[in-house]
């Protein structure tokens, strides 16, 4: 009987030490300063917009300040934030009613926003690190057709006069780019964590 | 079927979102975000307790307390001031009447009732009657016997004449009969003086028995204790009916 409540004990100190006190104000401030950006990409995928994205974002972490006291030890902040960013979001959705997203699809990105959280919450490399690196292994035409996209902020149109090519070859030049700069951030978070291992 | 089912599925890029996230700010972090969410969770500003508020009452609390009293007093004289100059002067001077009549003026009244009994005729025949009045001023700002001298002009036109002037100027005898007689005075403005009342505008002399009006009347004192009323301008008598 004392060997069953002392390892309950154990149990429930370690899962104590284990996750953060979101209480202590300098933990919820280095929380917010290590998620915010993955939280961002993840709003911004499920918004497709980027001052959206932001104010749910921010929106979520003050919903997980004012209920910190409900949040379950027994999983982990980061998938507790995405769980609130998706009710905001939904909330969003039901509001605008635009276009929905399947379970499959949300479910697929949340595991690709966890993986880059865990990386990042580890203090390894960030996902945009990572994506800095893969950006300069894009071939060249591929490269520069990002760069005039996103970096330079133009649309199709504008990035097919300057590059001379028709908009249908940007628009697949971009989804290709997407393909291999996804492939490649994959790898490097996955090795990363390998390495870690 | 509801409405959600008509919204189009389409499928999330994250790599779009993260391209887009990136060519924004990097690997950086959204220092204005993380700062307007810390401003709301954990360094929102503490609300100070009641006690403390009141100990910081500093100087320039008691600056704008003392504006506001200034402003308060400021705003009750003026309204005071308006409202002391919208209103007419008027004070009431219990008088004893002496008149002292000159040739026989005082003696056409008498003969008025059989001729005439109309009482407006009976007033129109009385002229210049010059009186000499002791006053008593029922107002503490002159508590002494005075003296006044007083001139009634006749009105110009016996139309105006509507009443009777009862305090019958046959009754007195001689030049020092004297009686009491109530008058209240009012105008649009009054002054006092060393030595005189004085009174501006609209002025009106109320007696239980006539109304006179006029411009403008000064009582003056005398160096005595006696006070000489005297009208001046054009102090009219307008007998009325009360």
């Not at chain 2, 009452?57 to 200034?70: E, L, P, R, S, Y």
Request: glycine share 4%.
């Amino acid at each position: 009987m004392h060997l069953i409540s002392a390892i309950a004990n154990d149990v429930e100190n370690q899962l104590s030490e284990s996750q953060p006190d979101l209480h202590d104000p300098a933990v919820f401030g280095d929380l917010v300063r290590a998620h915010h950006r993955e939280l961002i990409v993840y709003a911004r995928a499920l918004t497709r917009e980027s001052n959206t994205a932001n104010d749910i974002v921010q929106e979520a972490f003050i919903v997980a300040f004012d209920k910190m006291d409900t949040f379950d030890v027994t999983r982990d902040f980061p998938t507790w934030m995405r769980g609130i960013v998706r009710n905001k979001w939904r909330e969003w959705v039901r509001k605008n009613k635009r276009y929905q997203y399947s379970d499959t699809n949300i479910a697929e990105m949340d595991a690709d926003i966890a993986a880059w959280q865990a990386e990042s919450a580890a203090g390894n490399r960030t996902v945009f690190d990572a994506l800095s690196s893969c950006l300069e292994r894009l071939p060249e035409n591929l490269r520069e057709t990002v760069n005039e996209f996103y970096y330079n902020d133009q649309n199709g149109e504008e990035v097919a006069e300057a590059l001379g090519v028709s908009p249908a070859a940007i628009r697949k030049r971009l989804q290709r780019a997407r393909e291999l700069l996804k492939a490649c951030v994959d790898r490097k978070i996955s090795d990363q964590s390998l390495q870690e291992s | 079927m509801n409405q959600e089912s008509n919204i189009p599925t389409k499928k999330p890029d994250v790599m779009d979102a993260l391209l887009s996230e990136h060519a924004r700010l990097g690997s950086g972090e959204d220092t204005a975000l993380v700062e307007a969410i810390l401003l709301r969770t954990v360094n929102q500003p503490l609300e100070l307790p009641q006690p403390i508020a009141k100990a910081s009452f500093g100087w320039q609390d008691w600056a704008k307390m003392a504006a506001a009293v200034t402003l308060f007093f400021g705003m009750t004289a003026l309204v005071l001031h308006q409202i002391k100059g919208g209103e007419r002067a008027e004070t009431t001077f219990q008088l004893t009447v002496t008149y002292a009549t000159a040739d026989n003026q005082l003696a056409e009244p008498d003969t008025m009732p059989e001729e005439n009994p109309a009482p407006s005729n009976r007033i129109g025949i009385v002229r210049d009657v010059t009186g000499v009045v002791a006053a008593t001023d029922l107002k503490p700002i002159a508590p002494i016997m005075q003296v006044a001298e007083f001139t009634l002009v006749e009105t110009t036109s016996p139309a105006e004449l509507n009443g009777t002037f009862t305090p019958s100027i046959d009754v007195f005898e001689a030049a020092t009969a004297g009686r009491v007689e109530s008058f209240a005075v009012s105008a649009n403005h009054s002054k006092r003086t060393d030595s005189a009342l004085e009174y501006d505008g609209k002025v009106e002399v109320n007696h239980p028995e006539f109304h006179i009006q006029a411009e403008r009347l000064v009582v003056q004192a005398s160096s005595s204790s006696t006070a000489s009323y005297a009208s001046t301008g054009s102090l009219s008598g307008l007998w009325r009916n009360h």
